[in-house]
């Protein structure tokens, strides 16, 4: 007993260590604060949070396509051909803007609108957002995260919205029980439910990456109880994705955490696995238990912040993505990507889909996923399937065929959209979209990008352009930094300066 208690006290000792540490790290921050004249955070969200009750009625303008940003939301209208485009951040070295603009895309019109509507959600980045076909058309919006002018100060949120389709009108939906503030999380909706899977939460003095589950019923408007059995866990993660099949399982792969190696120093993780969270028969609305999956096709590369878009068809498209590359204990840089694959959650296959024009004189067929082998390893067959739409050459032993495989970089062909990360999808009546998204080069300097594309999924012969990018600098450590703050834009926009000794952003 007396050793047991001797431990006891040890582990209250390094809690209360703990404690002091957080009080002389948030004492530290707040002299830092008051010598630079920058307000708490709550203060600046709450200020904000104010001007968008100023607006008093709901204004519709027809617009330019909306400026570079990455961390926003891409969702399809659950009942007409139109993107819609939600928050999202621009940072080009020194300042950085935060956004609450929603925008309507028409994809015959080819037009943008630009819609302001009293009351709604202050500006965020790294937030969900998902629409459902109920009176009217509803999005619904959770969660994100705001930086304080010096970025010394992140507020991440946990408020719930809907926003109703019909009379373009936000509500603020008051419910307890829900999920902690965070951002990086991932939503999705099956069986009149919302599912909000894991994220973050990072103040610039601790941080938390989060695996729990919670659901909430679009018919009651309640946060439901679940009960999460057995002794499979996906560790804590932001940034991956997230899929709902048709019998209410949920699926979750990839991602990325971080945890402390040394004193300062942080070490990321991408993550490659997936994991199920399936409901039980017996209990299907409270208990849930998660199992781990492996999927067969051509496994993709280890990436975080990849875009993803499902289908009515039952297949999920990601495309892009980064994957940090340690060069030492210190330095990271960033591998991003640009390949295109296909998961099909019926059977959990994954494709690697190759964009080309047709070549009619050769009669090549389109959607062929055709991946150069290391031909180091053993010999190996091959299986070509087909579902209607694509044809898939999936290579595998000679004793299992749905073993998964990698490729080489660089050995699809060369297309567009560009390398990034964090880009907006989206699919309507069989075409995917891309907008936006963000790339670091090797000299850390980020772009954050504004074009939009569009792939027919029935051909997969090319990519068509439908927005050009536009140009932005990159502003050095010579830029003439405004000590005075923040500068806000209109309703929807929030310009800060970052400190010479900020942190580039989290990877949502």
């Not at 951002?183 to 099956?190: A, C, D, E, K, N």
């Not at 889909?353 to 053993?378: F, P, Q, Y």
Request: charged residues 30%; aromatic residues 10%.
């Amino acid at each position: 007993m007396g050793k047991k208690d001797k431990n006891k006290k040890k582990g209250k000792g390094a809690e209360k260590t703990a404690m002091k540490t957080d009080k002389k790290l948030a004492a530290k921050q707040k002299k830092l604060l008051l010598k630079i004249g920058e307000a708490a955070i709550e203060e600046i969200v709450a200020n904000l949070e104010s001007e968008e009750a100023r607006l008093k009625e709901v204004t519709e303008t027809i617009c330019e396509c909306p400026s570079p940003r990455s961390n926003f939301t891409l969702t399809a209208h659950p009942e007409k051909d139109e993107i819609i485009l939600f928050g999202g951040e621009f940072f080009n070295g020194q300042k950085i803007c935060i956004y609450n603009d929603l925008y309507f895309y028409n994809i015959s019109k080819n037009e943008w609108r630009l819609v302001k509507s009293p009351s709604g959600p202050a500006p965020r980045s790294g937030h969900q957002m998902c629409s459902v076909a109920k009176e009217g058309g509803q999005l619904w919006l959770f969660g994100g995260e705001h930086a304080s002018p010096s970025q010394m100060q992140f507020y991440h949120y946990k408020d719930l919205w809907v926003f109703q389709l019909a009379n373009k009108r936000w509500e603020k939906i008051s419910a307890p029980n829900g999920p902690s503030p965070r951002s990086g999380h991932r939503m999705t909706v099956t069986k009149k439910k919302l599912i909000v899977f894991g994220g973050f939460h990072d103040n610039n003095q601790a941080y938390k990456y989060f695996n729990d589950v919670h659901m909430f019923s679009l018919e009651s408007y309640t946060w439901l109880k679940i009960d999460i059995t057995g002794t499979i866990l996906p560790p804590p993660r932001s940034g991956c994705c997230i899929s709902a099949s048709p019998d209410g399982k949920i699926l979750i792969w990839g991602g990325y955490s971080k945890s402390q190696v040394k004193k300062e120093i942080d070490r990321g993780t991408t993550h490659t696995d997936m994991f199920a969270l399936t409901p039980d028969k017996s209990q299907p609305n409270e208990k849930f238990k998660w199992t781990t999956v492996k999927p067969g096709g051509f496994k993709p590369l280890p990436r975080s912040s990849v875009g993803f878009a499902q289908a009515a068809n039952g297949k999920v498209y990601c495309f892009g993505g980064v994957m940090d590359i340690e060069e030492d204990e210190e330095n990271l840089r960033g591998q991003f990507g640009n390949e295109l694959y296909c998961l099909d959650i019926s059977n959990n296959t994954w494709r690697l889909l190759d964009i080309h024009k047709k070549e009619k004189s050769k009669g090549k067929k389109t959607g062929v996923a055709d991946c150069e082998m290391d031909e180091s390893k053993e010999e190996t067959k091959t299986q070509t399937t087909t579902d209607g739409i694509f044809t898939i050459t999936v290579a595998g032993p000679s004793s299992s065929s749905s073993e998964i495989h990698t490729h080489k970089e660089g050995t699809i062909s060369k297309f567009e959209p560009s390398h990034r990360m964090n880009a907006g999808l989206c699919v309507i009546k069989g075409n995917l979209y891309v907008y936006g998204g963000i790339y670091e080069d090797d000299y850390n300097k980020q772009f954050t990008y504004n074009d939009l594309y569009s792939l027919d999924l029935h051909k997969l012969d090319e990519w068509k352009t439908i927005i050009t990018n536009t140009q932005h600098d990159w502003m050095d450590d010579d830029y003439d930094k405004d000590s005075s703050g923040s500068e806000t834009g209109s309703d929807s926009e929030t310009e800060t300066d970052e400190d010479e000794d900020g942190e580039s952003m989290e990877t949502d």
